[in-house]
């Protein structure tokens, strides 16, 4: 192994504004997959929202967590209520390219309480009747199981058992998924496709 020096200079987050810390932790912890979340609420008023706050935190059993901040007006976000009435989502993984990007963007847009997203995006319905993302690379079909407060946050951190994996035919259950991250603070990207390495290790 090569040795290398590399400067480093120290920086306190917390002297630093909120949109300049999320700009660093957001350019350093990157990319991240992007992923909508789709959830209805006890009317059966149906949301989807773009998420990048989502990570793998356990595989037996099969958990994720994923982070719900509130809005500008101190309102907890469409998803967590929705989430706390019903316990169940679905969690769509995007494909890489402009037309999965467009589905982000037009997700992203805030909507008054009770108007719904998916309004603004194609989908299909399913044997229920439920508004579907059929284009989408995968869907978890997940059920949340915990919740806690994030300490001095204004968000809560969720934990969501993934109860049931929706993936293509032809999917082999080894070969890492091409999908839409986030890259930076706002750019989105395909995953990863340069250098790469395979490391073997102990599953913990």
């Given at each position: 192994?090569?040795?290398?020096?590399?400067?480093?200079?120290?920086?306190?987050?917390?002297?630093?504004?909120?949109?300049?810390?999320?700009?660093?932790?957001?350019?350093?912890?990157?990319?991240?997959?992007?992923?909508?979340?789709?959830?209805?609420?006890?009317?059966?008023?149906?949301?989807?929202?773009?998420?990048t706050?989502?990570?793998?935190?356990s595989?037996?059993?099969?958990?994720?967590?994923?982070?719900?901040?509130?809005?500008?007006?101190?309102?907890?976000r469409?998803?967590?209520?929705?989430?706390?009435?019903?316990?169940?989502?679905?969690?769509?993984?995007?494909?890489?390219?402009?037309?999965?990007?467009?589905?982000?963007?037009?997700?992203?847009?805030?909507?008054?309480?009770?108007?719904?997203?998916?309004?603004?995006?194609?989908?299909?319905?399913?044997?229920?009747?439920?508004?579907?993302?059929s284009?989408?690379?995968?869907?978890?079909?997940?059920?949340?199981?915990?919740?806690?407060?994030?300490?001095?946050?204004?968000?809560?951190?969720?934990?969501?058992?993934?109860?049931?994996?929706?993936?293509?035919?032809?999917?082999?259950?080894?070969?890492?998924?091409?999908?839409?991250?986030?890259?930076?603070?706002?750019?989105?990207?395909?995953?990863?496709?340069?250098?790469?390495?395979?490391v073997?290790?102990?599953?913990?």
């Amino acid at each position: 192994l090569e040795f290398r020096r590399v400067l480093f200079r120290s920086t306190d987050l917390a002297t630093l504004a909120h949109q300049e810390r999320a700009a660093l932790l957001n350019a350093i912890l990157s990319p991240r997959p992007l992923v909508l979340v789709a959830t209805s609420d006890p009317h059966g008023n149906a949301n989807i929202a773009p998420m990048t706050s989502m990570a793998v935190v356990s595989n037996s059993p099969p958990l994720l967590t994923m982070s719900l901040s509130v809005d500008r007006n101190g309102r907890a976000r469409d998803t967590l209520l929705n989430l706390r009435s019903s316990r169940r989502a679905s969690v769509y993984v995007l494909l890489p390219g402009p037309d999965d990007a467009a589905l982000v963007h037009a997700t992203a847009t805030p909507l008054p309480h009770g108007q719904s997203e998916w309004d603004l995006i194609p989908h299909e319905r399913d044997e229920h009747g439920q508004p579907t993302l059929s284009q989408a690379a995968a869907r978890f079909d997940v059920e949340m199981v915990d919740e806690h407060a994030l300490p001095d946050a204004v968000a809560t951190l969720v934990v969501l058992k993934v109860l049931d994996a929706i993936l293509p035919a032809a999917y082999d259950g080894e070969a890492a998924f091409h999908l839409l991250c986030q890259h930076g603070q706002d750019r989105l990207m395909a995953s990863p496709t340069g250098w790469a390495q395979t490391v073997h290790h102990e599953s913990s």
